[in-house]
């Protein structure tokens, strides 16, 4: 269902669904589509502080009634406020932003070079203290990843990435499994992009599903967890009726077939 979750390396249970909130900066465009995801059943939200919304975030939660603790809200240190002090402040801006008392998980939004790690042994002084659930990256390579596991005491628990059918990760994918890490799937339609694509249209008329739906599905289907965006509210609605079908190994296959190791967004090594 919508609220089903993944159990992370701490035990912490992550919802495999979500509302990606970037390029949502109206704040009247966030609040309404955020409360209309709540509304419709979402339990997770994926924002950042870059995206200048997490004001909208906490307003949203609270205006649906739901409690706190039933929703899980992410957020991300951005690239100018790496650095060990500088993003424990960032964070102290983040809570009063959403106006919360922890974050559920909290993210390097880059690895900035020299200074990441220092980036993550905040986050992973905020997880000590309990100002959040769970510690965790984004955009990190294997390279970024075992740097952290030489030095950090706790491990990343999450790594958010761009993939979609046209960019599937195999490597970086077994390299996090190995090391019970969960996978976020970022531009998890390729901003729309994979969304003209004809095979998965094919398959997705044979369940009578989008194709939206139907990549959506598959990311489900591949264990990672995925927060795909809109504003609209009819496609709010429809991103989330994923859970009562299942794509058959073959069309996984024929989807997973389909990479091409193409990026709509930056290359973590190459990112400014
Ligand atoms: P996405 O792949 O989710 O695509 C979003 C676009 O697809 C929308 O703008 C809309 O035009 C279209 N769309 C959505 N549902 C549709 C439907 N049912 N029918 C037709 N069109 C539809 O792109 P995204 O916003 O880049 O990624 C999702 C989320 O991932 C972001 O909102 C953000 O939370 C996160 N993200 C993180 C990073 C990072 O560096 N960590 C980078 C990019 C995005």
Redesign the pocket.
Known sequence: SITSTKKLHNGIEMPRFG??????TEPEEAFNAIKKALDTGYIAV???AL?GNEKQVGEAVRASGKRREEIFI?S?VWNTDQGYDETLRAFEKTLKELDTDYLDLY?T??PVPDKFMDTYRAIERLYEEKLIQVPGV??HEIHHLEKIFAQANIQPMVN???L?PYLTQEELRQFCQKHDIAI????????????KDETIRAIGEKYDK????TIIRWHLQSDHIV??????P???E??AEIFDFELSHEDMKAIDGLNRDQR???HPDHFN
């Open positions: 509302l990606g909130v970037y390029k949502m994926d924002t950042a995206y992410t991300k993210l939004h880059w984004s955009n958010q990435v761009e979609h976020t799937a970022w531009s998890p339609l390729g901003r729309g992009e994979v969304l989008s194709i939206a739906q927060i795909p965006k809109s504003v609209t009819s496609r709010i429809e991103n709509f967004g930056s």
